[in-house]
């Protein structure tokens, strides 16, 4: 089937599935609307039935535009629990790290933090989309962490079309630097963070992990260890050259010289930080990159198989769970803790 009928038959599919949730017509059709846009972004390569498109579209949630989440929100069973983060919580928000907008940070910071551990957190998004400020991205993380005494700072980067996957990894570097040096004045210690990603910023992670040349260029020191949470683009050159969602030629062209440069698998040269790669055991083509990735990163990089979807590997870390805690485990052996 040609490939734009594909999208065509699964965006209505995904429309019928969500527009009995969603009242009134205007609202509706807004909604549908937007459920279509971020198919598009999302899952453009998924197969029509068995309940896959909205499956897949509950995969990116923290990803999703408004108007999908409220068409997404109707189909979930009255009184459940609304997240955000406590009022009583400190944030400073929208801290700059370079002079371009989108290059800002929001930084959750502990009652009377010393010496803080810190964590760097790189939303996802398809390299074109997301938001540091995303529920699924902060507020389980928040809440597990900040009691414990940990700062936590939620990065944005510039995005595709404005910035290449490459130049969003300088972003990355440009920001963990900004942080190691405000570290003391927000009472945090700057030998002790942890970068971690999920999905699209798991890639950018990896790279800026994998690649030393980027964080050297941006004045990085070396940092704790990494967390890239659900990556399938460890191998972006693999990807590229066999059948793969839209949003990959969006994000990554057609040069294969700039795949390679993009690929933390094949830059990869063993010398980066200890790093922890989780994985979703239910998709495909997530563990099996990791692993390839994890043979080159060295002996200090470790996978960790999860049976998640993409999006709740990220909203539900942070949760009580021995997900959570091995996570924990990892962070606390690179020494923060």
């Known amino acids: 089937m040609h490939i734009l009928r594909h999208l065509s038959r699964a965006s209505m599919l995904a429309a019928a599935l969500i527009v009995t949730a969603v009242s009134p017509v205007a609202a509706q059709q807004a909604n549908i609307k937007a459920c279509r846009a971020d198919f598009r ?4 390569g998924t197969a029509p039935g068995g309940g896959r498109i909205v499956g897949c579209l509950l995969d990116h949630k923290s990803q ?9 929100a109707a189909r979930q069973p009255s009184g459940s629990p609304s997240g955000g983060i406590a009022s009583s919580v400190k944030v400073d928000r929208d801290v700059a790290y370079g002079s371009a907008p989108e290059q800002r940070m929001d930084v959750y910071l502990p009652p009377k933090a010393r010496n803080a551990p810190i964590i760097v957190m790189v939303h996802g998004g398809a390299w074109k989309a997301g938001s540091k400020s995303a529920a699924g991205v902060v507020d389980n993380k928040v809440a597990h962490w900040l009691p414990q005494g940990f700062i936590f700072v939620s990065v944005e980067t510039r995005l595709v079309p404005q910035a290449n996957p490459l130049e969003q990894a300088q972003d990355v570097a440009a ?37 030393r040349s980027i964080a050297e260029k941006a004045g990085v020191r070396p940092w704790a260890g990494t967390v890239a ?28 010289a700039f795949w390679t440069r993009v690929s933390p698998s094949l830059q990869a040269k063993g010398d980066g930080p200890r790093m922890l790669l989780v994985c979703s055991s239910l998709r495909s083509n997530s563990c ?37 805690r091995q996570v924990d485990a990892f962070i606390a052996s690179v020494g923060l803790r």
């Open 175 to 211: 920001a963990l630097a900004s942080v190691q040096r405000k570290a003391s004045g927000w009472g945090g210690d700057a030998s002790r963070i942890v970068l971690m990603g999920h999905s699209a910023g798991a890639h950018l992670v990896a790279l800026v992990s994998a690649d």
């Open 288 to 324: 099996p990159q990791a692993q390839a990735f994890a043979a080159k990163a060295g002996r200090g990089t470790k996978v960790l198989p999860i049976a998640l979807r993409h999006g709740p590997i990220n909203a539900e870390l942070g949760k009580q769970s021995a997900y959570t």
């Open 64 to 72: 999703l535009s408004q108007g999908c989440l409220m068409a997404l």
């Open 229 to 256: 949470l659900d990556s399938a683009a460890y191998d972006v050159t693999k990807i590229m050259k066999q059948r793969h969602a839209g949003f990959y030629d969006d994000a990554f062209g057609s040069d294969p």
């Open 41 to 44: 972004a999302y899952c453009a």
